[in-house]
């Protein structure tokens, strides 16, 4: 079991896979996943869908890393395409002051997308 710490490093816990969504994303900042204390999450894949017609949606995906109000993007300005499919399967993790935000764009003003996040999510406790 991992376990992010030096101290305790004969801890305990349980890995589980989960999932979380967003139902229409839009041109406002959404978070995906907002990280949980005593817990790691390893985020396997991210699929985004291009729920409109426009051709030129784009979106940004980026961490808020250890809460403080700063953005570590990982992807910018990244294109869809209508009614496009991207797929991120780049593992990463994020743990208890991180959280994971999207926030779509178009010309049109109209962006809206579906959001689909599988991740391990690594729960550690005190034997």
């Known amino acids: 079991m991992a376990n992010p710490s030096i101290t305790n490093a004969t801890a305990v816990g349980k890995e589980v896979i989960r999932r979380s969504y967003i139902d229409e994303a839009g041109e406002t900042e959404a978070t995906i996943l907002t990280g949980v204390a005593n817990h790691i999450m390893t985020i396997i894949s991210i699929i985004i869908i291009d729920r409109s017609n426009e051709a030129d949606n784009e979106f940004d995906m980026y961490i808020d890393y250890d809460l403080g109000g700063t953005n570590l993007f990982l992807l910018k300005n990244q294109a869809v395409g209508a009614k496009g499919t991207f797929v991120w399967s780049d593992r990463f993790a994020i743990t208890e002051t991180d959280k994971l935000h999207m926030i779509g764009y178009s010309s049109a003003g109209t962006a809206g997308y579906d ?13």
Do not use: K, L, R, S
């Open 115 to 127: 959001v689909w996040c599988t991740y391990i999510d690594q729960q550690f406790a005190a034997p």
